[in-house]
DNA sequence: ATAGATGCAAAAGCTTTGCACAAGG
DNA sequence: CCTTGTGCAAAGCTTTTGCATCTAT
């Protein structure tokens, strides 16, 4: 656990967070489910859910949740891009020399068919800050 | 609509778009059939979303699916890059210059305070590109 | 010992869908 | 006319939450 906090690391949590680290698929909470029920068959999806959402709060993992409604996990915590694909909603890892590259730099670097990209800012907006300092 | 197809413009289609077009805030569906309900009372929350799906189908409005989980709906269909308040997790446009450049490049640019961002590109993986050819 | 975590189940969103009726082209 | 769209309600899915019990520290 990087941030300093009272967390415990139970059997669930661990097995989770192995699990994560064991693929590079970004699976979803339910699919880190059924991952961990295999080890643990009593796990309840409740726990997964609350282990995701602390793991990714203390920077273990990332919570991906970028273009699709459900969430996707992913087991390295450094920033990195991803490709997903259209079709089958698979999330990919984009190489590494992509970033802060756009779209058409990308030809070349992958054998995925490029159509187009999504950019989002992270930020708190003056309103939010000013409100926050009162 | 731009796509050629069997479409009807009902009232209520036109009063979705309408509505939509008569805002900057991104309305996610709910919000866009509370905006609607005060002209069309009778509308259904079914039909608005299926409305939504389709506008955004053919081109007259585009759906952003970006860094949170319920679905938010832009009037203006052209792409153009947005950033979310942490905090109140209200959408914004970017800055027009903002385009095809990096958090850092945006100071100055903007009040809000840059976190952040993310970026995913689309397309299609060589499985599913092969898959669609046979 | 005790704050934090778990399992279970119920509830709470958001979104989709089946169906009979209505209405646009 | 005949196909597409609508309203209503029910169902589906993902995610959150309350609570009694358990457990890491």
């Known amino acids: 656990m990087k941030k300093s906090s009272n967390l415990r ?3 669930q949590r661990q097995v989770i967070l192995e699990e994560l680290r064991n693929v590079t698929s ?16 009593r796990i309840s999806l409740g726990t997964v859910y609350r282990n995701l959402e602390i ?20 087991g390295v ?3 990195h891009y991803h ?4 079709h089958c909603d698979r999330l990919f890892d984009a190489p590494p020399g992509s970033r802060i590259r756009i779209s058409h730099q990308l030809k070349g670097c992958t054998d995925f ?3 187009g990209h999504r950019f989002e800012f992270i930020g708190i907006c003056s309103a939010c800050y000013d ?4």
Chains 1, 2 share one sequence.
Not at 26 to 41: F, G, I, L, Q, W
Not at 55 to 74: H, N, T, Y
């Open 9 to 11: 690391m139970t059997r």
């Open 26 to 41: 970004h699976p979803s909470a339910d699919e880190v489910y059924e991952m961990v029920r295999k080890r643990m068959p």
């Open 55 to 74: 793991l990714a709060e203390c920077g273990e993992i990332q919570k991906l949740e970028l273009g699709c409604s459900l969430k996707r996990f992913d």
């Open 77 to 79: 915590a450094d920033e």
């Open 83 to 86: 490709i997903r694909c259209l």
């Open 113 to 115: 068919k490029i159509i």
């Open 131 to 134: 409100q926050s300092l009162s």
